[in-house]
């Protein structure tokens, strides 16, 4: 049986080894995916997580869905649960759990 840690480790080298070029294709591809879906048009509120270590680029969803006055949500991790926050901008964010961007206490 494969581990958590196993996979993590696994999907984080395939990550790795995809190049900026096509990471930033991919990306675009995908955001325009949901954009085409209709279904950002149909919610409220969008969650989103901060991208780190060649993970998909949420940048550009978090931009169209405050161009389009959606309430944008990032995770913040509060003791062994994950709560979601209103951000307005993501570079706001920084480093929490696991180095991994998030609101800040304060404003959380």
Same mark, same amino acid.
């Given at each position: 049986m494969i581990t958590k840690e196993a996979l993590r480790r696994e999907f984080l080298a395939r990550r790795q080894a995809i190049t900026p070029a096509e990471s930033r !294709?991919? +990306?675009?591809a995908i955001a325009q995916r949901l954009f085409? +879906?209709?279904?950002?048009?149909?919610a409220c509120t969008v969650a989103l997580y901060a991208s780190t270590r060649g993970e998909v680029?949420?940048?550009?969803?978090? &931009? &169209? +869905?405050y161009?389009?006055?959606k309430v944008t949500?990032?995770?913040?991790?509060?003791? +062994? !649960?994950?709560?979601?926050?209103a951000v &307005?901008?993501?570079d706001d964010l920084k480093p929490g759990a696991?180095?991994?961007p998030e609101p800040r206490a304060e404003t959380a």
């Open positions: !294709h991919k +990306s675009r085409n +879906s209709g279904a950002l048009k149909k680029d949420t940048r550009p969803i978090f &931009e &169209e +869905s161009a389009r006055a949500a990032y995770p913040r991790v509060n003791g +062994s !649960h994950l709560l979601f926050y &307005e901008d993501p696991f180095g991994i």
